[in-house]
C-alpha cells in the first residue's frame, strides 16, 4: 500500500501563485505514473496534469501554459506549479499515482486532498 500525502493549498486572489506537492510513502511501479486532479463543487473530478517516471508530462489543455507539473524521484515527491490563477481553478485538488499514464479516473492511489480557492 501506498500513501500520497498533499500539501500546499490555500487562498489567494487572481493571477497570483501556488505551488502544490504531493509525498508518496514508497514507491512501487503503480506510482511510475504521478497525476494532480481536481474537483470543484458540483462538478465530476477532472485532470489537471501527469508526470511519468522519466519526465513525459501531459497537462488539460485549460492549464496550460500557467500550470508545471515536476517531480524528485528521489523524495517520491510530485509538484504542481500554479501561476496566473483564475476563479474557474477553484477546486479540490487531488495527487494520484497509477503504473501507467491515463486521464480518467482509474488511478491505484489517491491523497485526501488539497483546497485550493481563488478569489476574485
Known amino acids: 500500500q501506498v500513501r500520497l500525502v498533499e500539501s500546499g493549498g490555500g487562498l489567494v486572489q487572481t493571477g497570483e501563485s501556488l505551488r502544490l506537492s504531493c509525498t508518496a510513502s514508497?514507491?512501487?511501479?503503480?506510482?511510475?505514473?504521478r497525476a494532480w486532479f481536481r474537483q470543484a463543487p458540483g462538478k465530476e473530478r477532472e485532470f489537471v496534469a501527469a508526470?511519468?517516471?522519466?519526465?513525459?508530462?501531459w497537462y488539460a489543455d485549460s492549464v496550460k501554459g500557467r500550470f508545471t507539473i515536476s517531480r524528485d524521484n528521489a523524495e517520491n515527491t510530485v509538484s504542481l506549479q500554479m501561476n496566473s490563477l483564475k476563479p474557474e481553478d477553484t477546486a479540490l485538488y487531488y495527487c494520484?499515482?497509477?503504473?501507467?499514464?491515463?486521464?480518467?479516473?482509474?488511478?491505484?492511489?489517491w491523497g485526501q486532498g488539497t483546497q485550493v480557492t481563488i478569489s476574485s
Open positions: 508526470i511519468s517516471w522519466t519526465g513525459n508530462t
Open positions: 514508497r514507491r512501487t511501479s503503480d506510482t511510475a505514473v
Open positions: 494520484a499515482a497509477a503504473p501507467t499514464f491515463r486521464t480518467n479516473n482509474d488511478y491505484v492511489y
